[in-house]
């Protein structure tokens, strides 16, 4: 039995629809469990990341966890690392989490106390460390591209080696499913190819058939921007360090791992906006 967290978000969609696929037992852990789609045979149980009086029962008679931290979570060491103690004592043997790629090195960004965390304690656990997300025109970036044809970020030149989702999901899920191949061990996580967003914007104007532009953003500018979309303080900030990092080529480098892991060519860009056209229309 696996407990999936997250289950609402991008990620987490994709690793239900792959469960699924596959007939493997799971269950979501949500806030509100009524407001999961009933799903044959899934049950949907309380869970909280900030309510420890639920973590017990979401994890009782659960061998795996996919986990996943919630974007207005910010202190990490309080919330995610005391599940994990709690999941541990209950029996979880097998921890997938996934991180973002520069976390090691960067203890600004919540991802990295749960890494080492997980590094300090047993060796059941996976850690997947994708780059950037082509979901992210999908998500982050769709009300700029839809509405504004443009999109607005500080990345300056740089390029990045988006990863899609989908690709993302079924290597947690190989990991979940066979813990001994992947225990302990750090993947990560590229598409097949860098791309500048002004490159992006290109492809998407040829699939949209109408111009989309690439603004590089200032930092004052894109905060404002944020604000104005309701993030929280801590989010602004982290979405700011992660898209400035992107100047200096921090996601840049393309890694093998994906393809091997796969066997077979991961998702281009291009592939995710043909098949999500309807998003930004």
């Given at each position: 039995?696996?407990?999936?967290?997250?289950?609402?978000?991008?990620?987490?969609?994709?690793?239900?629809?792959?469960?699924e696929?596959?007939?493997?037992a799971?269950r979501v852990?949500a806030?509100?469990?009524?407001?999961?789609?009933?799903?044959?045979?899934v049950?949907?149980?309380?869970?909280?990341?900030?309510?420890?009086?639920?973590?017990?029962?979401?994890?009782?008679?659960?061998?795996?966890?996919?986990?996943?931290?919630?974007?207005?979570?910010?202190?990490?060491k309080?919330?995610?690392?005391?599940?994990?103690?709690?999941?541990r004592?209950?029996?979880?043997?097998?921890?997938?989490?996934?991180?973002?790629?520069?976390?090691?090195?960067?203890?600004?960004?919540?991802?990295h106390a749960?890494?080492?965390?997980?590094?300090?304690?047993?060796e059941?656990?996976?850690?997947?460390?994708?780059?950037?997300?082509?979901?992210?025109?999908?998500?982050?970036?769709?009300?700029?591209?839809?509405?504004?044809?443009?999109?607005f970020?500080p990345?300056?030149?740089?390029?990045?080696?988006?990863?899609?989702?989908?690709d993302?999901?079924?290597?947690?899920?190989?990991?979940?499913?066979?813990?001994?191949?992947?225990r302990?061990?750090?993947?990560?996580?590229?598409g097949?190819e860098?791309l500048?967003?002004?490159?992006?914007?290109?492809?998407?104007?040829?699939?949209?058939?109408?111009?989309?532009?690439?603004?590089?953003?200032?930092?004052?500018?894109?905060?404002?921007?944020l604000i104005?979309?309701?993030?929280?303080?801590?989010?602004?900030?982290?979405?700011t360090?992660?898209?400035?990092?992107?100047?200096f080529g921090?996601?840049?480098?393309?890694?093998?791992?994906?393809?091997?892991?796969?066997g077979?060519?991961?998702?281009?860009?291009?592939?995710?906006?043909r098949?999500?056209?309807?998003?930004w229309?």
């Amino acid at each position: 039995m696996i407990l999936v967290t997250g289950a609402s978000g991008n990620v987490g969609k994709e690793i239900v629809n792959c469960l699924e696929r596959r007939q493997i037992a799971f269950r979501v852990g949500a806030r509100k469990p009524a407001s999961i789609p009933t799903r044959a045979g899934v049950a949907a149980v309380p869970f909280d990341f900030l309510n420890a009086s639920t973590y017990a029962t979401a994890v009782a008679g659960c061998d795996a966890v996919f986990l996943l931290r919630p974007p207005a979570i910010s202190n990490t060491k309080r919330t995610l690392n005391v599940f994990l103690n709690v999941a541990r004592a209950h029996g979880v043997a097998h921890v997938v989490f996934v991180s973002v790629a520069g976390a090691a090195d960067n203890p600004l960004v919540p991802h990295h106390a749960v890494e080492m965390h997980l590094q300090s304690g047993p060796e059941g656990w996976t850690i997947l460390r994708p780059g950037f997300f082509a979901q992210n025109l999908g998500d982050a970036y769709r009300d700029d591209i839809r509405c504004d044809n443009r999109i607005f970020v500080p990345a300056g030149a740089g390029r990045v080696a988006f990863v899609d989702v989908r690709d993302v999901a079924e290597v947690a899920v190989n990991a979940l499913t066979d813990p001994l191949t992947h225990r302990g061990q750090i993947y990560t996580l590229t598409g097949p190819e860098a791309l500048s967003f002004t490159a992006v914007a290109s492809i998407l104007s040829d699939e949209l058939a109408r111009i989309i532009q690439y603004q590089h953003a200032s930092i004052p500018a894109y905060f404002a921007h944020l604000i104005r979309h309701g993030l929280a303080p801590m989010q602004i900030l982290v979405q700011t360090i992660l898209h400035v990092g992107l100047r200096f080529g921090q996601a840049e480098a393309v890694s093998e791992s994906l393809a091997n892991l796969l066997g077979r060519r991961p998702h281009t860009m291009r592939d995710y906006v043909r098949d999500h056209r309807s998003l930004w229309m």
